[in-house]
């Protein structure tokens, strides 16, 4: 079955504690992005992946880092979480080129930074 | 740049009722335009899609056209069931990259 998968679901940590969202797709996808999602601001883009190795940052990049290292996994790295980082994060991944553009998205994790 | 406005919610309908969730753009260019809906604790998925003017994107009973000379791409649904209920998203390409705007969502309640 075709799908993006993250991991946590659910995520509590406190101010300052490093953690990783993880993000894997099977649909052997080009792109893959992060966005996350506020009440009343809708999705905004964090970063984005073209293919291994190539990042690049999004509307929202300020206190994220991303990697690419193998076609399939697209993490998200908060190095310092502050709790303005508490929101519901998506990770969608889709293939490239043409109008077929299709963007498919994980189920979310939900972060609480206390 | 691209950027996509569409109308604040909630929306309330009993079942059966005519929906109509309002949708419009501004660009530069010609972008793809799309709906996607994201139910109760899921991510979200592609509901219908245009490419160019006129294009008429159908999927489960919704339907949305893209009209160039309004700049609009509302979406509409004849007969609203309970398991419509949730948030829809309007959405249109942008001027460079594989990136999507999104609106701010629309949070549709449909009730027996």
């Known amino acids: 079955e075709a799908q993006v998968t993250q991991n946590p679901r659910y995520l509590i940590t406190v101010t300052g504690k490093k953690l990783t969202v993880t993000c894997s797709q099977n649909m052997n996808h080009e792109y893959m992005s992060w966005y996350r999602q506020d009440p009343g601001l809708g999705l905004r883009q964090i970063y984005y992946?073209?293919?291994?190795?190539?990042?690049d940052k999004g509307d929202v990049p300020e206190g994220y880092k991303v990697s690419r290292k193998e076609k399939r996994n697209f993490p998200l790295i908060l190095e310092s979480p502050s709790p303005n980082q508490t929101s519901l994060y998506f990770c969608?991944?889709?293939?490239?080129?043409?109008?077929?553009?299709?963007?498919?998205f994980g189920s979310g994790t939900q972060l609480s930074v206390l | 740049g691209n950027s996509v406005t569409q109308m604040e919610g909630p929306v309330t309908l009993s079942e059966e009722a005519f929906l109509t969730i309002n949708c419009t753009y501004t660009?530069?260019?010609?972008?793809?335009l799309f709906w996607y809906v994201q139910y109760p604790g899921e991510g979200l998925q592609l509901l219908l899609k245009a490419t160019k003017a006129d294009d008429k994107g159908s999927n489960k009973g919704f339907e949305a056209t893209y009209r160039k000379e309004t700049t609009s791409f509302h979406l509409e649904k004849g007969s609203v069931q309970v398991s419509d209920s949730a948030v829809y998203f309007c959405?249109?390409?942008?001027?460079?990259?594989?990136?999507?705007?999104f609106g701010k969502g629309t949070s549709l309640l449909v009730t027996p």
């Open positions: 959405a249109l390409s942008r001027s460079s990259g594989y990136a999507l705007n």
């Open positions: 660009a530069t260019g010609y972008p793809s």
């Open positions: 969608a991944s889709s293939t490239l080129g043409g109008t077929n553009e299709k963007l498919f």
């Open positions: 992946s073209m293919n291994v190795e190539v990042t």
